[in-house]
T-cell receptor
């Protein structure tokens, strides 16, 4: 099992460009999450999904969109990148369900994004 | 909203015991998790406390006191490989997590 994988690992964008980050998990998890991590700020939740076809906003959703068309994939989009979106982006998944919540999340290796 | 406070850095020597504290102010609190992160890599889950008391997993233990809005992670028999950042995180609805800013643990020989 690969666990949680993220594509790409690194990316440099110019201001105003768009891109999509892909997260895939092979653990049949229902819940998936996107975080960003900035120096000294810890991880902050951008968006999350509790199942195929669902998405919800987290703590810092502005400037990002997400889609969960397939259970195993969770995509994070930046429509018009800004320097403030320079960060490390982590995807995570959890075997949590509505009836059996879990706070154990499995993280991918991260995508290091620089916006110039 | 939710906020968690933890020390930014802790130092210790190999073989020692270290405690990393976490205080929180949250609404809709379900429990406290702890994660470890090496050199900016993928965070990994260490423990979760839903109820007051001590949970032990090998060399690591985690404690929660809901009445004091306080928890800690205890690391025993420290090893060099324990040098990493440690994050406390409060659990919310839909199994979401709000993370503290992290504590960098430096273990010296």
């Amino acid at each position: 099992n690969a666990g949680v994988t993220q594509t790409p690992k690194f990316r440099v964008l110019k201001t105003g460009q768009s891109m999509t980050l892909l997260c895939a998990q092979d653990m049949n998890h229902e819940y998936m999450y996107w975080y960003r991590q900035d120096p000294g700020m810890g991880l902050r939740l951008i968006h999350y999904s509790v199942g195929e076809g669902t998405t919800a906003k987290g703590e810092v959703p502005d400037g990002y969109n997400v889609s969960r068309l397939k259970k195993q994939n969770f995509l994070l989009g930046l429509e018009s990148a800004a320097p403030s979106q320079t960060s490390v982006y982590f995807c995570a998944s959890s075997y949590s369900t509505y009836r059996r919540p879990s706070y154990e999340q499995y993280f991918g290796p991260g995508t290091r994004l620089t916006v110039t | 909203g939710q906020s968690l406070e933890q020390p930014s850095e802790v130092t210790a020597v190999e073989g020692a015991i270290v405690q990393i504290n976490c205080t929180y102010q949250t609404s809709g609190f379900y429990g406290l998790s702890w994660y470890q992160q090496h050199d900016g890599g993928a965070p990994t889950f260490l423990s979760y406390n839903a109820l007051d008391g001590l949970e032990e997993t090998g060399r690591f233990s985690s404690f929660l006191s809901r009445s004091d809005s306080y928890g800690y992670l205890l690391l025993q028999e420290l090893q060099m490989k324990d040098s990493a950042s440690y994050f406390c995180a409060s659990g919310g609805g839909y199994s979401t997590l709000t993370f503290g800013k992290g504590t960098m643990l430096l273990v010296s020989p």
